[in-house]
């Protein structure tokens, strides 16, 4: 890559996080100000424009579109998300994928100034990742309570965003939450990082392919081999992917 182009695509990146900040403060604040006391689905629909308007805002200066397959096998009523984590853009894209959806989270986002005050209006469950067995009990209990609740659960199995072509260890949190509440497992696989790698602050164009998988059962309650059933399906889909954008 020239150095022209790597500069172009810098100054792009740097517009994006520029309108990416501004969006963040304004939804963040007046969210506080004036959403803390209306329901909760109130607050999730308007502080969710903020996921519409970054995704639309990171389309428009970068070039960075998405397709989707799948959308069809979303059920009507509560389920357990489970998605590859390669970047921060589907963090915004899952919000709004099955809402109103709980996100497990490490608590320490919470604390970030503007965006953490956003975040905790939401009502997402966060967890202490230095204290496994408490963070495991919090999210059966408060994900049990959230989808009683009419509401879904999204968690990233790899518990960190894994970079390209490496895969993490997925925890069966999820698949065993899906088993004790009695809905099903919706799998997301995804290329997000070739548009937005992790920790990389220039962004390319193209175009981030999302598969979603049709409702995987979770009646026989077998956590660990849901788990695996979801790891082999999205590491198979995004081997499919990398194939198919392979020069």
Known sequence: MSSSNTFFLALRSAIFYFGYSLLTVWFSVSGVIFC?????RTR???LTWWNYLVMAWLRLICGVRCEVRGRENLPAGPIVLLSKHQSQWETFFLQVLHPPIATVLKKELL?????GWGLALLEPIAIDRNSPKQALKRIMEEGQRLIGLGRSVMIFPEGTRTPLGEIGNYARSGATLACKAGVPIIAVAHNAAHCWPSKKFIKYPG????????PIDTSEGDGRALTETVKNWIE????KMDSATAP
Not at 236 to 239: R, V, Y
């Open 36 to 40: 803390w006391f209306l329901s909760y």
């Open 44 to 46: 999730y629909v308007y």
């Open 111 to 115: 604390s970030v100034p503007f965006f």
């Open 207 to 214: 175009v981030i392919q999302v598969v979603i998988s049709a």
């Open 236 to 239: 198979d889909e995004i081997t």
